[in-house]
């Protein structure tokens, strides 16, 4: 069974931090490259931050040196530590991994950043 759980969200100040954590069953973590994303109302999704099953990472550029993905294997979760918050980073987000022909998300988390 697939399944990808977000927890974490919530309602900050611009400059305040958040931690999201997506706990996965072991179907879709084992081995695999696990990604948050967000999506922005009336905008598209849009890759926030990966990790490959050895640790490497990649970043959106608009999230660079703010926001930190990292993987803990025996506990099959995927947390993304966002520091220094900005407006424009209001969104919901979602955990998202790739298993056979499709990408499966979990049911999102709401980040509110005020001004």
């Known amino acids: 069974q697939v399944q990808l759980v977000e927890s974490g969200g919530g309602l900050v100040q611009a400059g305040g931090s958040l931690r999201l954590s997506c706990a996965a069953s072991?179907?879709?973590?084992?081995?695999?490259?696990m990604g948050w994303y967000r999506q922005a109302p009336g905008k598209q999704r849009e890759l926030v931050a990966r990790?490959?099953?050895?640790?490497?990472?990649n970043y959106a550029d608009s999230v660079k040196g703010r926001f930190t993905i990292s993987r803990d294997n025996a506990k099959r979760t995927v947390d993304l530590q966002m520091n220094s918050l900005k407006p424009e980073d209001t969104a919901v987000y979602y955990c998202?991994?790739?298993?056979?022909?499709?990408?499966?998300w979990g049911q999102g988390t709401q980040v509110t950043v005020s001004s």
């Open positions: 998202g991994a790739p298993y056979g022909s499709r990408t499966y």
């Open positions: 072991k179907t879709i973590f084992t081995g695999n490259t």
């Open positions: 990790i490959t099953s050895g640790g490497a990472t």
